[in-house]
């Protein structure tokens, strides 16, 4: 990899393809905590208990299972569409209108009165999600070189972590303006307040939605034509996995592993997280205004710094970084479990976590797109993005009852502890890839 002097790691940030990744990031990052963190939000104030709200987080599994259809998102035009805007921007739009249909539904169903249609409507803007990861990762990697990937990665992460928190924070202060007063107390359920919040958060799509529209299309790299449906069926679901071992050999369990286990501590110990300022009393109003103000701005400077770090310093030694100040944040949780309400402590809990979040995401995203072909990137990358939350929302689906069991506090504390493993393998992969970075 070519390190760049700080100038030039620094303009790479206003060059078209960046300034893409910034809104196309934000589309992606959009749907996840609507049907993930926001929604535990909701259905905590709507009366439903914590260890449903945690095994209702499995619906995000649709994220680690996504490389299933990979492969056909790789390889299957849709009538009509790809034929005007190509393979990639096709399957962007599609999976971005079908995400703006569901939330829509979610919107004007109430959970408090029926939460199976809830749970419907959420997998199946979970799995529209997911399929749009698939067609943007893809996207990326095909629109810029190796040396650009990093900073690619930055601004699509700084664009997915700005759409996080107007899904998380936004949503908050959107309900609580559109609440009906007056109410005593803590702020009594009203879903007429969610449905305007969700209904907002349907409308916000339309900002992937024209970026697709006025995006170029990546040159397709032509593979060879199959000679019968086999052959087409091992080109597309058997070869990019066959090829990812090929190359690696033993070194992909490792590989896969560090994947498996990276987001470990924050996946796990996300689905708690608004349950948790539920429980401790503070106001939509006061988690919105706290990760709406300073976990932006911490987020936007992590993402920069990782990014930049990365393409200055090589992008395992700030993965490793990442890794340790994932699970380091975890711990500030549980200070704040035993110390109470307290907004200046929230912020400063908030901001340490964006912050951490921001580098490891930027540098991670990285090191997975590097590990791609690129004749394969939609399929492989959905893989590895898979494997990385696969394991950790399994465990998250467990999160409600163990914080009945053992509390909030000691939930913390152990979602830290999940992270050290991770430090013992990104010095094991630092060591079989470090002539590549």
């Known amino acids: 990899m070519t390190q760049h002097n700080w100038r030039q790691a620094w303009r790479v940030y206003l060059e078209p393809a960046s300034l893409r990744m910034l809104a196309l990031g934000f589309s992606a990052g959009l749907p996840l905590l609507l049907v993930f963190g926001t929604l535990s939000f909701w259905l905590r104030e709507a009366g439903i208990d914590r260890t449903t709200i945690g095994y209702l987080s499995w619906v995000g599994l649709a994220y680690g299972f996504k490389w299933v259809w990979a492969p056909l998102v790789d390889r299957l035009p849709i009538p009509f569409l790809t034929r005007a805007l190509g393979r990639r921007r096709s399957w962007l739009l599609l999976s971005q209108c079908t995400i703006v249909a569901a939330l829509t539904g979610m919107a004007l169903t109430d959970p408090k ?119 087409w069926l091992r080109s597309a679901l058997v070869e990019p996995f066959a090829e990812f ?46 990760t709406k103000i300073y976990g932006v701005i911490m987020t936007l400077v992590g993402a920069f710094i990782g990014g930049v770090l990365s393409m200055r310093f090589g992008v395992m030694r700030i993965l490793m970084l990442g890794a340790i100040l994932s699970a380091a ?89 999940l992270g050290a493993p991770v430090l013992l393998l990104v010095w094991l992969a630092s060591r079989v890839k470090r002539q590549e970075f």
């Open 113 to 231: 009165i029926a939460l199976m249609p809830i749970v419907w409507f959420a997998l199946a803007v979970a799995f529209a999600s997911a399929t749009q990861d698939i067609s943007l990762d893809a996207y990326r990697i095909e629109s810029a070189d190796v040396d650009r990937q990093a900073a690619l990665a930055a601004t699509y992460q700084t664009g997915y972590r700005l759409a996080m928190i107007w899904a998380g924070a936004g949503v908050l202060w959107l309900a609580a303006r559109a609440e009906v007063l007056p109410v005593s107390g803590a702020t009594a359920y009203q879903h007429a307040a969610w449905q305007t919040a969700y209904l907002v958060m349907a409308a916000s799509m339309l900002v992937g939605i024209v970026t697709v529209l006025f995006s170029p299309e990546p040159a397709r790299r032509e593979l060879p034509p199959a000679r019968n449906a086999a052959e």
């Open 245 to 290: 071992l090929r190359r690696y050999r033993w070194q992909a369990a490792l590989i896969l592993a560090l994947i498996a286990v990276y987001r470990i501590s924050d996946v796990v110990m996300g689905i708690m997280a608004n349950p948790f300022y539920v429980d401790m009393g503070f106001t939509k109003d006061e988690v919105a205004a706290v």
């Open 329 to 417: 944040s975890n711990l500030l949780f549980a200070w704040l479990a035993g110390h109470g309400h307290d907004v200046t402590a929230l912020i400063f809990v908030v901001s340490a976590d964006n912050l951490a979040s921001g580098i490891a995401s930027a540098a991670f995203v990285a090191y997975l797109s590097s590990l791609t072909n690129v004749n394969y990137s939609a399929t492989q990358y959905a893989m590895f993005s898979s494997m990385m939350l696969l394991l950790p929302k399994t465990i998250a689906g467990f999160s409600g009852a163990y914080v009945d069991s053992f509390g909030y506090g000691h939930f913390f504390t152990a979602t830290a502890l």
